[in-house]
């Protein structure tokens, strides 16, 4: 089960992998995850990273592409993966099909959560993160329910951030869908539902 999660900032895609992950065993490979950890750990590649998160631009294709590539070669990932974040293009999604066919892989579908974009605004400006665990929440959470500490808004997750992702995927990733339904790989599930009803409909498309 290898599988793509298409689907704009704040769609639920990590939510709905985290289910899968439990559920089936196999790899969430998160490029937010992957890039945060790099721009904490202070890397030369995290720091080259940072300023365009914090600007809400998408990170350079190569340097995202360097991070998934070692991602894949983890034990973890042989029996399956989900993708979460990328590609974020098709010129990555190209590039990540070439990767993948020479470890003698391939993409087994590209899972598109639709949510409308002013839905997602609202979600995310709701958003808060601890500082001290990552652990996400809400804004009714004045401390982190897990340890304790102290919730903050990510710049990434402030509205006028959130609209300038969004413009953004919609220009560059939105091409993306055609690319996978061309190659009779795309399915489509309704990310408004509640969490429950979603991960149903994720099941169903995945033949789960």
């Known amino acids: 089960m290898n599988i793509v999660l298409l689907g704009g900032p704040g769609a639920g895609k990590g939510t709905m992998a985290q289910r899968l992950v439990a559920d089936f065993g196999v790899a969430h490979i998160s490029t937010g995850d992957l890039l945060r950890a790099a721009v904490k750990g202070g890397t030369e590649l995290g720091m080259q990273a940072k300023k365009y998160m914090d600007a809400g631009e998408l990170v350079p294709d190569q340097l995202v592409i360097d991070l998934v590539k070692e991602r894949l070669a983890d034990d973890d990932a042989q029996e399956g993966f ?6 974020r293009n098709t010129v990555q999604a190209v590039t990540l099909d070439s990767e993948l066919s020479a470890m003698g892989r391939t993409i087994d579908c590209a899972l598109l959560i639709d949510v409308a974009p002013e839905v997602i605004v609202e979600r ?12 996400t929440g809400t804004a009714a959470d004045a401390v982190c329910p897990k340890c304790g500490g102290e919730m903050y ?14 413009d953004v995927y919609e220009k560059s990733t939105s091409p993306l869908v055609e690319y996978y339904r061309g190659q009779g790989l795309l399915k489509t599930v309704d990310g408004a539902q509640a969490i429950d009803e979603v991960y149903a409909a994720v099941k169903e498309a995945l033949g789960l």
Do not use: M
């Not at 989900?82 to 590609?87: T, V």
């Not at 995310?124 to 652990?135: D, F």
């Open 82 to 87: 989900i993708l979460d974040g990328f590609p």
């Open 124 to 135: 995310l400006s709701g958003r808060r993160t601890c500082r001290a665990c990552g652990y």
């Open 153 to 166: 808004q990510r710049d990434d997750d402030k509205p006028e951030t959130i609209k300038n992702r969004l």
